[in-house]
């Protein structure tokens, strides 16, 4: 199926705008397991709306889990996608499926257009959700899903969200911002006694999966957070043979000038960044005995510029507990590598743990500065942790006849505020730094990060400059520094200057008995140390910026 508009054919000068609470909507249903599920596989190319849309006339969706931000708030939307079935996919079975391109779209959502200020326009340009309508589900298996791709599309000026998809229990449902979308302006011209509070995209899964991706997007200037992303009640238990959570698949993509956190991840009893590997012995990491139709194990943020934001740059929260046997987990796993971070009145990176989730967020290559001027931050970043629990900072784990040793690690990196010499890691993350030695299963320390070839000043005295591979000294950034920009060229090295060696030393991320100095955890090539005197640490040359 595909729809296709001719943007040459002129539109009516004055059309009957239609009340009504949804443009377009494709639906996938499967009514028994005995019945077809139903599927839809469609491309839209070239669709834009005219406005102004006063005239709305919203209605409660009765079919979509509700939103706990508003949940009696009725929503518009311009492209819906809904999906519910009874099929196991897993077991063989074909389920309920849209598939859905949206390629050069301009989605307006004309919000504020007309008067009175917030009450005109749409709430949402793209919702998408994937359903189970047993109470007493007992699949454990995927039922239905949606895959949305979003090629050179805009969504701007929308009410509430720029777009918002959701997965429940036994489905899933996956999203790709690529080449060259943008996401701006949501609720910038609504009035803020209206409920909502104007993320740019907002992900939400309740013990199914959601997979966010982007490629060369842009996602600015909204009114809340940037990016929302909210996992709930991942399971573990060696029935489930699928993944849950939410997986973060970002490269390449800017997140600039929000009102909010920059990215907002969130998981209660759930898994945020990267969504779990199942074998027999129910361990993280493992690729034995399992395989699956979307993408899991860590999750990345990869070759991106985060700036400017309100609040936090990253902001990842997971509560709940992280036990190697059956039940729902709270686990953060995610790498953030070749990116620049900087300008946030909080931290540019913040972890926070509540009781004893898994945490596996190492920092690589990355640039973090600049960030933590308000009062009750003063740190580039830091890691909570407001529960009793151990955070699990190493883990290791077998894998055939190899031993892999897993570890969070901040390393190769460089960390600045705008006083250079001013703390650059919080006093909670500072207490557990240690010195990043090569690691075997027999020295591995369960409560600590490893720290080597970065810079950074770090807030517990007596642990200031004493890690093997970091230094003090002041970065040597190209400039001149304009922290309100969104340009991270500025944080190139300057060429022909003396350039401290541990900056640029390269070592390896994932310790085992092969060498992989080259490459990251998933095998991605990380950039060499050839020349770092033309490099910056978000993995770019000064002569391609």
């Known amino acids: 199926m595909m729809l296709v508009l001719d943007p040459s054919r002129p539109f009516p000068q004055d059309p009957n705008y239609q009340g009504q609470n949804t443009g377009i909507k494709f639906e996938g249903r499967q009514s028994s397991s005995l019945k077809a599920p139903g599927r839809i596989d469609c491309e839209v190319l070239n669709l834009r709306l005219a406005g102004p849309f006063n005239q709305m006339a919203p209605s409660n969706i009765v079919e979509f889990k509700p939103d706990p931000k508003f949940p009696n708030?009725?929503?518009?939307?311009?492209?819906?996608?809904?999906?519910?079935?009874?099929?196991?996919?897993?077991?063989?079975?074909?389920?309920?499926?849209?598939?859905?391109?949206?390629?050069?779209?301009?989605?307006?959502?004309?919000?504020?257009?007309?008067p009175p200020l917030g009450e005109t326009g749409w709430d949402i340009g793209l919702y998408a959700s994937a359903q189970f309508p047993d109470p007493n589900p007992e699949f454990e298996d995927f039922t239905s899903a949606f895959e949305i791709t979003s090629t050179g599309s805009t969504f701007t000026d929308f009410r509430t969200q720029a777009i918002h998809c959701e997965s429940d229990y036994d489905t899933r449902g996956s999203i790709w911002l690529n080449g060259g979308t943008e996401v701006s302006r949501t609720s910038r011209d609504r009035s803020p006694s209206i409920l909502g509070n104007g993320e740019g995209v907002r992900i939400h899964t309740f013990e199914g999966y959601m997979g966010f991706h982007?490629?060369?997007?842009?996602?600015?200037?909204?009114?809340?957070?940037?990016?929302?992303?909210?996992?709930?009640?991942?399971?573990?238990?060696?029935?489930?043979?699928?993944?849950?959570?939410?997986?973060?698949?970002?490269?390449?993509?800017?997140?600039?000038?929000?009102?909010?956190?920059?990215?907002?991840?969130?998981?209660?009893?759930?898994?945020?960044?990267?969504?779990?590997?199942?074998?027999?012995?129910?361990?993280?990491?493992?690729?034995?005995?399992?395989?699956?139709?979307?993408?899991?194990?860590?999750?990345?943020?990869?070759?991106?510029?985060?700036?400017?934001?309100?609040?936090?740059?990253?902001?990842?929260?997971?509560?709940?507990?992280?036990?190697?046997?059956?039940?729902?987990?709270?686990?953060?796993?995610?790498?953030?590598?070749?990116?620049?971070?900087?300008?946030?009145?909080?931290?540019?990176?913040?972890?926070?743990?509540?009781?004893?989730?898994?945490?596996?967020?190492?920092?690589?290559?990355?640039?973090?500065?600049?960030?933590?001027?308000?009062?009750?931050?003063?740190?580039?970043?830091?890691?909570?942790?407001?529960?009793?629990?151990?955070?699990?900072?190493?883990r290791s784990e077998s894998w055939g006849s190899q031993i892999r040793v897993l570890t969070t690690k901040i390393y190769n990196s460089i960390f600045q505020r705008k006083l250079w010499t001013s703390s650059d890691i919080g006093p909670v993350l500072a207490t557990m730094l240690v010195d990043e030695f090569p690691v075997s299963t027999g020295n591995t320390i369960p409560t600590k990060v490893g720290v080597a070839g970065s810079r950074g000043r770090f807030s517990v005295p007596v642990m200031d400059f004493n890690f093997i591979e970091s230094t003090g000294a002041q970065p040597p950034f190209k400039g001149p520094i304009v922290w309100t920009s969104i340009l991270p060229s500025q944080f190139f090295y300057e060429k022909g200057l003396p350039v401290n060696?541990?900056?640029?030393?390269?070592?390896?991320?994932?310790?085992?008995?092969?060498?992989?100095?080259?490459?990251?955890?998933?095998?991605?090539?990380?950039?060499?140390?050839?020349n770092h005197f033309n490099r910056d640490k978000g993995g770019d040359h000064e002569d391609d910026a």
């Not at 999906?83 to 504020?112: N, W, Y």
């Not at 999750?299 to 039940?327: Q, W």
């Not at 972890?351 to 009750?376: K, Q, W």
Request: glycine share 14%; hydrophobic share 35%; charged share 20%.
């Open 214 to 394: 982007t490629e060369a997007a842009s996602i600015t200037d909204n009114f809340g957070d940037g990016i929302s992303l909210f996992a709930e009640g991942s399971n573990q238990d060696s029935s489930h043979k699928w993944p849950t959570g939410v997986f973060i698949d970002m490269n390449h993509t800017d997140v600039h000038q929000n009102d909010g956190h920059g990215l907002n991840g969130r998981a209660i009893l759930g898994a945020i960044g990267g969504t779990w590997k199942f074998n027999n012995s129910g361990v993280l990491f493992s690729d034995m005995g399992f395989s699956a139709p979307i993408e899991h194990g860590q999750g990345v943020i990869n070759a991106c510029a985060i700036s400017n934001n309100g609040l936090n740059g990253i902001r990842i929260h997971a509560r709940g507990d992280f036990l190697p046997g059956d039940g729902n987990m709270g686990l953060a796993n995610l790498r953030i590598i070749n990116s620049v971070i900087w300008n946030h009145p909080l931290e540019g990176i913040r972890l926070e743990m509540d009781a004893t989730p898994f945490c596996f967020v190492p920092i690589v290559h990355s640039t973090v500065a600049g960030n933590g001027d308000l009062a009750t931050s003063l740190s580039n970043m830091e890691l909570e942790d407001y529960g009793n629990g151990n955070p699990f900072m190493y």
């Open 501 to 530: 060696s541990d900056f640029d030393n390269v070592t390896g991320f994932l310790h085992i008995d092969e060498t992989e100095s080259a490459v990251d955890y998933e095998g991605s090539l990380r950039p060499s140390g050839a």
């Open 73 to 114: 708030y009725p929503i518009s939307r311009i492209i819906e996608v809904f999906t519910e079935g009874r099929s196991k996919e897993l077991g063989g079975a074909p389920i309920a499926k849209v598939v859905l391109e949206l390629d050069s779209c301009v989605f307006d959502g004309h919000a504020g257009d007309i």
